[in-house]
């Protein structure tokens, strides 16, 4: 497997040398050691530790349009070379003034930001780094919208088809602290091949506006966002073809002051993911402490070393749900190098 992808990457590199205006490369390693303890009423405590390289060569086609391929190569420590996994990305990326756009198997850096904690999990940042599929983003001052499909998983005869939808708008004031935005998601969960009569599509629709502001100008911190919003998941099984409608509130703030940072995230309401005693992670992307009634987060952090090609972080993060408690201790570093423009983005974000 390995390679054939790498067969692949250098094949790409010959077809695209002869007319690219500009080449450019980068390499990012990332380690993270995460140790889970608590009980096991939403999740499994254990010891998530693996190391992850990412190589990846890019083409200028011309101005704002970009091809690029590489691997994303994850590996176990404490496996030697069992229980590696060697996944491919290629991609084309155009970014233009106002409107952007990819189209392949490209990494998830390529959004403006990350998804909440109710859109996407931990297991998801660790351990699938690219979305499978197409990208749109729109951006002016400091307001945006983007939207990406997701394909993440072909019908087989023993997997079942499923695939994402999710979009994200946000509107913020250009000299105030003003901000309203929504996330939208779609997870839809088909059958296999030649399904069996008691496997029935699933269909997982969420909704999230909100209100926010970002103080940060008016008080001595470095970031000081605060957001309260909304959230309904409406979710069809057409095995008895019910609507389930299970609506809620969150709210978030994060500071960040010298290295030090603090998020907190707390949600209330009805069960966002009310079949993931049915599905889990095959149709919900978001914690599975959401599929409970109330459920609190907090997570602070410190940069050991913020440097723009080195970043080394502690984080605790607290897990709170009704009569539960898992608390997660984690190390991890990202090392950046290369001349590829995302990277050096992403290595001016690790050091803010």
């Known amino acids: 497997m390995t390679s054939r992808l790498l067969t692949a990457i250098l094949t790409l590199a010959v077809a695209f040398v002869a007319t690219a205006q500009r080449f450019d490369w980068s390499i990012s390693l990332n380690t993270v050691f995460d140790n889970r303890e608590g009980d096991r009423q939403n999740i499994?405590?254990?010891?998530?530790?693996?190391?992850?390289?990412?190589?990846?060569?890019?083409?200028?086609?011309?101005?704002?349009?970009?091809?690029a391929g590489g691997i994303v190569w994850i590996q176990p420590i404490g496996y030697d070379w069992n229980g590696?996994?060697?996944?491919?990305?290629?991609?084309?990326?155009?970014?233009?003034?106002?409107?952007?756009?990819?189209?392949?198997?490209?990494?998830?850096?390529?959004?403006?930001?990350?998804?909440?904690?109710?859109?996407?999990?931990?297991?998801?940042v660790?351990?699938?780094?690219?979305?499978?599929?197409?990208l749109l983003q729109w951006?002016?001052?400091?307001?945006?919208?983007?939207?990406?499909?997701?394909?993440?998983?072909?019908?087989?005869?023993?997997?079942?088809?499923?695939?994402?939808?999710?979009?994200?708008?946000?509107?913020?004031?250009?000299?105030?602290?003003?901000?309203?935005?929504?996330?939208?998601?779609?997870?839809?969960?088909?059958?296999?091949?030649?399904?069996?009569?008691?496997?029935?599509?699933?269909?997982?629709?969420?909704?999230?506006?909100?209100?926010?502001?970002?103080?940060?100008?008016?008080?001595?911190?470095d970031r000081l966002r605060i957001r309260l919003g909304f959230a309904a998941t409406i979710e069809r099984n057409r095995a008895d073809r019910i609507w389930k409608t299970q609506p809620g509130a969150w709210l978030e703030v994060l500071a960040a002051w010298k290295g030090f940072e603090i998020k907190n995230m707390t949600y209330a309401g009805a069960r966002l993911q009310p079949s993931y005693g049915l599905f889990g992670a095959?149709?919900?992307?978001?914690?599975?402490?959401?599929?409970?009634?109330f459920y609190n987060r907090t997570d602070i952090s410190y940069g050991i070393i913020r440097r723009r090609s080195v970043d080394l972080r502690a984080e605790l993060n607290f897990n709170i749900t009704p009569g539960s408690f898992i608390f997660y201790q984690k190390l991890s570093l990202r090392i950046f190098f290369g001349n590829s423009h995302d990277i050096k983005r992403k290595s001016q974000e690790s050091s803010e």
């Open 44 to 67: 499994a405590p254990e010891t998530v530790f693996f190391t992850k390289l990412t190589p990846e060569i890019g083409f200028s086609l011309g101005k704002g349009d970009r091809v």
């Open 84 to 124: 590696n996994n060697v996944r491919p990305t290629i991609y084309y990326h155009h970014k233009g003034s106002h409107l952007s756009g990819a189209l392949g198997l490209f990494p998830r850096t390529l959004l403006a930001e990350e998804m909440p904690s109710f859109m996407w999990c931990d297991s998801l």
């Open 126 to 134: 660790y351990f699938q780094d690219n979305i499978r599929g197409a």
């Open 139 to 221: 951006h002016a001052g400091r307001s945006f919208a983007e939207a990406y499909l997701d394909w993440r998983q072909r019908q087989t005869e023993s997997k079942r088809e499923s695939f994402s939808i999710v979009a994200h708008a946000r509107w913020q004031h250009g000299s105030r602290p003003w901000m309203a935005g929504a996330y939208v998601s779609m997870n839809h969960l088909a059958l296999t091949k030649n399904a069996p009569t008691d496997m029935h599509i699933v269909d997982n629709f969420l909704a999230a506006p909100y209100i926010g502001a970002d103080l940060a100008a008016l008080v001595p911190f």
């Open 282 to 293: 095959m149709l919900y992307q978001g914690e599975p402490f959401y599929k409970q009634r």
